[in-house]
Each structure stands twice: as structure tokens, then as C-alpha cells.
């Protein structure tokens, strides 16, 4: 019996692994998300809280296409080259532009948050989400969602 019982110690410990982990942005070992549940789930963004960090992942036809971490601190590491991260302005600016304006000054949008409209979101430096709401593709509504804290801290309309 006492040789069962090591051997299953040894099987679960081999498995489970035993290391120590430090909370740094970019530790390759925070990425496998898979069997995680989401923190935030907005259409094609989720975010995860790993470790005390959190991984914003982006997806695409059923796929990650972008993925991007940040610490506690609002450090971020972008774990792919596909994506630029927005500076973290003042959302006044956006009210009345034209979408078109928008992609051509900051690229097309991270992505679609929207279910059944669109409305396109960019990913700021410091953890936020800025997106769009659309009126004949003049920007009407602008709302930043903190992705670290899961809540809306400002909403701007015309």
C-alpha cells in the first residue's frame, strides 16, 4: 500500500510540476490559457487572469491572432508582432470623427466587440479598451473599459 501511495505522489507531482513562479509579463509559461476561464469575455476578446497578470487574447476565424500581457501594474509585453497598442489619450478627441479617420491614423481596429454591430476597440499601452459606437460611420459614442478592473471608467457622447 505505502508503495501505491509514493508512486501515485510521484505520477501527480510529475504532472502538476513543482516550480516556483515569479510574476513577471512575458513568462512564456502564463500563455497556455486553454483551460482557464475567461475574466472578461467581450465577443472576440478575452481576458485572463494568470498568475497575477493578466493575458488579453484576440481572436479570429476560431483562432488567437493577437495576444498581448499585462502586470498589475499596467506593463505590457505584446507576446506577437501583428498588433500596436494605442497611447492612453483623451477620449473627447474621437467624438465626431469618422471611423475611416481613425483606421487611417491608428490602423484597423484590434478588434469587433460587437454582436450583430460593429463596433471596433483598440487595446491602449496601460491596460484599457477604447471602443466605438457607429452612426453612418461617425463616431457618436467612445467608452473606456478598464480590462484590469472589468469596468467601464469613462463614456463620452455627442
Same mark, same amino acid.
Given at each position: 500500500?505505502?508503495?501505491?501511495?509514493?508512486?501515485?505522489? !510521484?505520477? %501527480?507531482?510529475?504532472?502538476?510540476?513543482?516550480?516556483?513562479?515569479k $510574476?513577471?509579463?512575458?513568462?512564456?509559461? /502564463?500563455? *497556455?490559457?486553454?483551460?482557464?476561464?475567461?475574466? !472578461?469575455? %467581450?465577443?472576440?476578446?478575452?481576458?485572463?487572469?494568470?498568475?497575477? $497578470?493578466?493575458?488579453?487574447s484576440?481572436? /479570429?476565424? *476560431?483562432?488567437?491572432?493577437?495576444?498581448?500581457e499585462?502586470?498589475?501594474?499596467?506593463?505590457?509585453?505584446i507576446?506577437?508582432?501583428?498588433i500596436?497598442?494605442?497611447?492612453?489619450?483623451?477620449?473627447?478627441?474621437?467624438?465626431?470623427?469618422?471611423?475611416?479617420?481613425?483606421?487611417?491614423?491608428?490602423?484597423q481596429?484590434?478588434?469587433?466587440i460587437?454582436?450583430?454591430?460593429?463596433?471596433?476597440?483598440?487595446?491602449?499601452?496601460?491596460?484599457?479598451?477604447i471602443?466605438?459606437k457607429?452612426?453612418?460611420?461617425?463616431?457618436?459614442?467612445?467608452?473606456?473599459?478598464?480590462?484590469?478592473?472589468?469596468?467601464?471608467?469613462?463614456t463620452?457622447?455627442?
Open positions: 500500500m505505502k508503495k501505491v501511495f509514493i508512486l501515485l505522489l !510521484i505520477i %501527480l507531482l510529475t504532472f502538476c510540476g513543482c516550480r516556483i513562479h $510574476n513577471t509579463v512575458g513568462d512564456d509559461s /502564463m500563455i *497556455n490559457h486553454n483551460t482557464v476561464n475567461p475574466y !472578461i469575455s %467581450l465577443n472576440s476578446l478575452n481576458v485572463y487572469k494568470v498568475k497575477g $497578470n493578466f493575458i488579453v484576440i481572436y /479570429m476565424n *476560431n483562432s488567437i491572432s493577437n495576444i498581448v499585462f502586470s498589475c501594474s499596467r506593463k505590457s509585453k507576446l506577437n508582432n501583428d500596436k497598442l494605442l497611447a492612453d489619450v483623451d477620449i473627447d478627441q474621437y467624438l465626431g470623427m469618422n471611423m475611416d479617420q481613425i483606421i487611417y491614423k491608428y490602423g481596429p484590434h478588434t469587433d460587437g454582436s450583430g454591430f460593429y463596433i471596433p476597440a483598440y487595446i491602449t499601452e496601460n491596460g484599457y479598451l471602443y466605438f457607429l452612426s453612418d460611420n461617425i463616431i457618436f459614442e467612445v467608452i473606456k473599459m478598464d480590462l484590469l478592473n472589468n469596468m467601464v471608467v469613462e463620452k457622447e455627442q
